[in-house]
């Protein structure tokens, strides 16, 4: 079995942790904070300790998850790849592109696995939406656009686009498959001086495909949603739904009307398909272990990783005034 070792112990490791001591060996455990022993001591297989460079030591450890804040990913997974280790790292792997380019390359000189951990792509409703853009379904797709809002969490070390944006944006590049043209966000820093906790974005892309993500701390409501617009049909997938979370609409533009000049529309059945229930998390673990046992494309999940990172890059650039 692969030996896994997970970094970071906070709001997000302890899943990691429980998934990959159902899935793999889990041999280490690692964070800087010594009382996180105590989420430790569930798994007694595993060794803890509060310094990374001990962890990577390990000749005998085959990859390494990083889930430890987002300033630190790029310092951590670099370090773990130089040491031979194959590694899932949480989104964004890096915060510049330049840098996402460097793991990229360094991931592929050493012929290891590079993923990040994009975990909405692992979802089995965006899945079942991109397979029905795929089939052609929809027609042509003409917008994507996502609604990712909540009254809360606000953070200091990381503002909406790239605590919340990272989400939607790579859905939207899963689904579109393109690397955007143009890239242009606006928002405001209310609550937190220079973190921006409101920020519209705007993606144009070479097909003429346009993409739209609404990213906000401060919402009456919560919204977890990505809705995608066709020539034949709309679909929308919703992550707040419990049992629907992709709704097919069959409706479309029809002709237009020759006594107003107005287009009608045309307007079909309503269906949500059947959607596993399977944890994506899960399912994204059982990825990242099918890669590092050599199946799959190593290589095609670092590079749409560095795609991502690359917009992110581009919208953080337009909001600061670039």
Known sequence: MTRIGVAGLGHWGPNLARNFSELAELTWLCDSEPERRDIASRYTQAKFTSSFDEMLE??????????????????????ALEAGKHVLVEKPPAMKG????????????????????????????????????AAGELGDVLCVYGNRQNLGIIRSN????????????SVILYLLDEDPAEANAFGRDFLTSGVEDVVFCYLRFPSGKIAHMHLSWLDPHKMRKITVVGTEKMVVFDDMELERKVTVYEKAPWRPSDRYGEW????????????????????ECIEFLRLVSGEGDRQKVATDGARVVRALDMLTTSLHGG
């Open 158 to 169: 990381e503002n909406a686009l790239w605590s919340l944006g990272v989400h939607d944006l």
């Open 98 to 133: 330049h840098e996402m380019d460097e793991l990229v390359a360094l991931a592929s000189e050493r012929d290891l696995v590079l993923m990040p951990g994009h975990l909405l792509l692992y979802h089995p409703g965006v899945r079942r939406v991109k397979d029905m853009i």
């Open 58 to 79: 390990d000749p005998n450890l085959d990859a390494v998850v990083v889930a430890t804040p987002v300033p630190t990913h790029f310092d951590l997974a670099r370090r």
């Open 264 to 283: 009608q529309t045309r307007t079909g059945d309503i269906f949500s398909p059947r959607i596993a229930s399977d944890e994506p998390l899960k399912l």
